[in-house]
C-alpha cells in the first residue's frame, strides 16, 4: 500500500482509461442520449461521495477505493459520451442527402498536396457561430486549390459521402479511423466547384501555422530541396506532407520512423537546449517563475509550429509537469507525470487515446523508464564514448520492449536492425535540430544561412542514405506478423510479469508470465494448424476491380489484374492484412487477361468462372455444359445480359468492377439465372 500512495494518479487512471475506451466502442452500437446519461451519472456519482462522506466509509480503504474506481468509469465514458456528436455528427446527417449541395466550409488544418489532389479537413458551418461538423475535402489539384490555406472560408458544391468501409476480412478500418477524428463524410470538389470567400479568422493556431511555412521557406532559401528537404521540415517542424512514401518505408524498415514524427525526443531535445539557455534565470525565485512560464510557453510554441499533433503536445505537457515540479523545488515522480499528463490529455479530448501514436509514445516513455535504468547498470564502460553509446543501445532496447506488442498489432512488422539504426538515428536527429534553430536563428545573414543550409543539407542526406542501406540489409525487417488484440494483451501481461519478478523479486510475476507464455504458445500452435488446414475461397471487394484469392493451406493463388497486384500499397490495405492473418508463406499469381476470362477455373474439385461480357468484344462466348461452382460476373453490358440465361451455376457473384446499374439490369432483365445472386461483397467459400 506505501508504494501505490506514491502513485495516487496511477491508481484512478486505469478505470478512466476503460471507461473512455468502452464508450467510444459502445457508441457505434448504441444510441445514446448524452444529456440524459451525464445528468444521471452526475447525480449518481454526487450521492455516492455524500453518502461515503456521511457514512464515513472512507475509513475503508477497499470501500473507498472501489467507489472511486466506479466513479472514474463513469467519468471516462461520460466524457467520451459528451463529445459523442463530434464523432458522430448527427447535425450534418441530416443535412446531407447524398446529391450535390452547396455548403460553406471552413479549413481546419493545413491542407495536403497529394499528387492528384489537395486533400483538406474542413468544417461546414451555416454561419460563422453554428457547426455541421468535420468532413473531408478532395479538391481538384491545380495552381489555386494548391494555395489553400488553413482558417479559409469557401462555398464549395460537392456530393456528400458516408465514408464507409468496404468491409475486406482483416481490411484497416478507415471509417473508424476517421469517426475518432470526428469525420464522418468526405467529398470530391472540381476546380469549377468551390469559391473562396474569405480568409476568415485564422487566430493563434493561423499564425502559427504562418510562421511554419515562413520558416519552410528559410530552409528552401538555404539550399534545401527534394528529400533533403521534406525530411528537414518534418523531423523540425512536424510538416510531413511532402514525404515520400519510398523514404517513409525505408525509415519504417530500418526502425527510425520515430524521428520522422516531431516526438518526445525532438521536445526532449528542445526542453534541453531552452533550459541551458535560460539556467541564468534560476539564481532568484521570482526569474525561476519567470523562466518555468517561458519554458513552457516555448513548448506550446514549438507545438503549435508542428500543427499541434497530438505527439507533441503529449510531450509539451509532461514536460510542462516536470518545469513546475523543479520550480516548486520537488522531485517530481515520473509516472504520477505521465499519468497526470495522459489525463489531462484524454480529459480534453478523449478520442486521443485511439491513435496509435499516443499508444506508442506512451508505452515507450514507460518502458525507458521502467527497463533502461536496470539494463544500464548491467555493465559499466570506462570510455566515455563506449558508456554513451550503451546508454543509446538500453534505450532503444527498453523502448522496443514497451512498443514491439503494439508494432505487430498495427503494422505487422518488427525492425530487426533498431540498434544499429538508432544508435546513428537519434545523435543525427539532435544534430539536425540544433542546425535547424541555428539556421532560423542566423536567416538574417545570407552568408550563414547558406552555411547552415549546406551543413543540414549534408547531415540530412547522410542519415537518410544510411537509412535506406540499412532497410535494403536482407532480414532487416520482419514483415507479415499478425497478432489479435488479445494476444497483445498476453504479451504486456507477461512483460509486466517479468518486470515485476525481477524489479520486486516476487514469484508470483514470474508464474503469472509463464502460464501465460504458455497459454499463448498453446493458442499460436492451434492457430498455425487451423491455417494447415484450411481451404477456400475470398472474392474481395475492390472498386474497379477483380480480385480472387484461392487459399490451400498456407498457399495463395491470386487472380487479378496485373496493375492491382503489382501496387503493394493498395494491396498491403485490402489483401494483404488478410493473408498475414491467415498465415500464408507462400504466393503465386494468374493475371487476369483473356485467356483465363470465360473459362473453367479448377480448385480442387471446385469449379470457378470468370464471366467478361463486354459489349465491345465480338467474340461469341459459348460456356461450357459443365456445371460451374462459382461464377464471377467481371463485366457486362445491356446488350448483352440475355447471354447469361440457362448459365450452369450455383451462385452468381457480381464483382466490384460492375457498376450499380449492371447488377439491377441483370436482376430484371434475365430469367434463369443461378439460384443465389451475390452483390455483397466481401465473399467466403469454405471449402473445407
Same mark, same amino acid.
Given at each position: ?51 461515503? #462522506? ?90 489555386? !486549390?494548391?494555395? =489553400? ?28 479511423? @476517421? ?16 469559391? $473562396? ?5 485564422? %487566430? ?61 525526443? $525532438? ?34 510554441? /514549438? ?71 536496470? &539494463? ?25 520492449? #514497451? ?6 498489432? /498495427? ?9 544499429? !539504426? ?22 538574417? *545573414?545570407?552568408?550563414? &544561412? ?5 551543413? =543540414? ?71 498455425? /494448424? ?34 492491382? /497486384? ?13 493473408? *498475414? ?25 471446385? $469449379?470457378?468462372?470468370?464471366?467478361? @461480357? ?44 460492375? %457498376? ?7 436482376? $430484371? ?11 455483397? =461483397? ?7
Amino acid at each position: 500500500m506505501q508504494v501505490w500512495n506514491s502513485f495516487p494518479m496511477l491508481r484512478v487512471i486505469p478505470p478512466f482509461l476503460i471507461g473512455v475506451v468502452s464508450a467510444a466502442f459502445c457508441i457505434e452500437l448504441i444510441e445514446w442520449d448524452v444529456q440524459l446519461l451525464t445528468i444521471v451519472f452526475s447525480v449518481i456519482a454526487t450521492t455516492v461521495l455524500l453518502g461515503i #462522506a456521511i457514512a464515513g466509509f472512507h475509513k475503508k480503504e477497499w470501500v473507498f477505493g472501489l467507489v472511486v474506481w466506479i466513479v472514474m468509469f463513469g467519468l471516462g465514458s461520460a466524457l467520451t459520451l459528451s463529445v459523442s456528436n463530434e464523432i458522430f455528427p448527427n447535425d450534418l446527417s441530416g443535412n446531407v442527402n447524398n446529391q450535390d449541395g452547396v455548403y460553406l466550409a471552413r479549413i481546419e488544418d493545413e491542407p495536403q498536396i497529394r499528387e492528384r489532389s489537395v486533400k483538406v479537413i474542413a468544417e461546414l458551418t451555416e454561419d460563422s457561430l453554428n457547426s455541421f461538423g468535420k468532413v473531408l475535402l478532395y479538391f481538384s489539384k491545380d495552381s489555386i !486549390s494548391e494555395n =489553400l490555406r488553413y482558417g479559409q472560408i469557401l462555398a464549395v458544391n460537392t456530393n456528400l459521402q458516408v465514408v464507409e468501409n468496404l468491409g475486406n476480412p482483416n481490411e484497416f478500418n478507415y471509417k473508424r479511423y @476517421l469517426r475518432f477524428n470526428g469525420i464522418g463524410f468526405r467529398g470530391y470538389v472540381r476546380s469549377d466547384k468551390w469559391k $473562396h470567400l474569405s480568409n476568415g479568422s485564422p %487566430g493563434f493556431r493561423g499564425l502559427l501555422f504562418s510562421v511554419r511555412r515562413f520558416l519552410i521557406n528559410k530552409l528552401k532559401q538555404a539550399g534545401l530541396e527534394g528529400d533533403e528537404l521534406s525530411v528537414a521540415s518534418a523531423l523540425i517542424l512536424g510538416f510531413r506532407a511532402d514525404l515520400d512514401r519510398e523514404l517513409m518505408t525505408a525509415y519504417a524498415g530500418a526502425g527510425a520512423t520515430h524521428v520522422l514524427a516531431v516526438s518526445g525526443l $525532438h521536445v526532449g531535445i528542445v526542453y534541453v537546449i531552452l533550459n541551458g539557455l535560460l539556467k541564468f534565470m534560476d539564481r532568484k525565485k521570482s526569474t525561476k517563475i519567470i523562466k518555468t512560464f517561458l519554458l513552457i510557453g516555448f513548448l506550446f510554441g /514549438y507545438a503549435g509550429l508542428t500543427g499541434f499533433s497530438a505527439s507533441v503536445v503529449r510531450a509539451a505537457t509532461m514536460f510542462s509537469f516536470v518545469a513546475f515540479g523543479k520550480m516548486l523545488q520537488r522531485d517530481t515522480n515520473i509516472y504520477n507525470t505521465l499519468a497526470a499528463s495522459a489525463f489531462c490529455l484524454i480529459a480534453l479530448e478523449p478520442m486521443i487515446i485511439m491513435q496509435v501514436g499516443f499508444q506508442l509514445s506512451y508505452a515507450a516513455v514507460i518502458g525507458i523508464v521502467l527497463i533502461q535504468p536496470r &539494463l544500464f547498470k548491467l555493465y559499466a564502460f570506462n570510455n566515455r564514448l563506449a558508456d554513451w553509446a550503451w546508454s543509446i543501445t538500453c534505450v532503444s532496447i527498453a523502448a522496443q520492449i #514497451a512498443t514491439f506488442p503494439l508494432g505487430l498489432l /498495427y503494422f505487422h512488422q518488427f525492425p530487426n536492425l533498431f540498434l544499429v !539504426s538508432n544508435l546513428l538515428v537519434i545523435p543525427a536527429a539532435a544534430g539536425i535540430l540544433y542546425l535547424g534553430f541555428s539556421l532560423f536563428i542566423a536567416s538574417i *545573414w545570407k552568408p550563414a &544561412l547558406l552555411f547552415f543550409g549546406f551543413l =543540414l543539407d549534408f547531415l540530412i542526406s547522410t542519415l537518410n542514405t544510411v537509412v535506406v542501406w540499412i532497410e535494403q540489409i536482407p532480414y532487416s525487417v520482419l514483415q507479415g506478423i499478425d497478432i489479435s488484440t488479445s494476444e497483445t494483451l498476453m504479451t504486456y501481461a507477461i512483460i509486466a510479469g517479468v518486470l515485476v519478478f525481477i524489479a520486486q523479486k516476487q514469484r508470483m510475476g514470474l508464474y503469472l508470465s509463464l502460464s501465460l507464455t504458455i497459454a499463448l504458445v498453446t493458442l499460436q500452435i492451434f492457430e498455425v /494448424y487451423e491455417q494447415r488446414h484450411q481451404k477456400f475461397i475470398t472474392i474481395y471487394n475492390v472498386r474497379g476491380e477483380t480480385a480472387i484469392a484461392l487459399f490451400n493451406g498456407t498457399q495463395v493463388t491470386f487472380i487479378g489484374s496485373k496493375g492491382f /497486384y503489382n501496387d503493394e500499397q493498395t494491396m498491403l490495405f485490402h489483401v494483404r492484412h488478410h493473408w *498475414w492473418r491467415k498465415g500464408v508463406e507462400t504466393e503465386a499469381f494468374m493475371e487476369l487477361n483473356d485467356s483465363l476470362l470465360n473459362s473453367k477455373i479448377s480448385f480442387s474439385d471446385f $469449379h470457378i468462372s470468370i464471366i467478361d @461480357l463486354k459489349s465491345e468484344s465480338d467474340k461469341k462466348v459459348v460456356f461450357s455444359n459443365d456445371k460451374i461452382d462459382v461464377a464471377v460476373l467481371k463485366s457486362i453490358s445491356w446488350q448483352r445480359i440475355k447471354q447469361l440465361n440457362g448459365f450452369q451455376s450455383d451462385r452468381l457473384v457480381m464483382s466490384s468492377s460492375l %457498376g450499380t446499374k449492371s447488377i439491377e439490369s441483370i436482376s $430484371h432483365d434475365t430469367e434463369n439465372l443461378p439460384s443465389q445472386i451475390i452483390a455483397d =461483397l466481401p465473399f467466403t467459400i469454405d471449402l473445407k
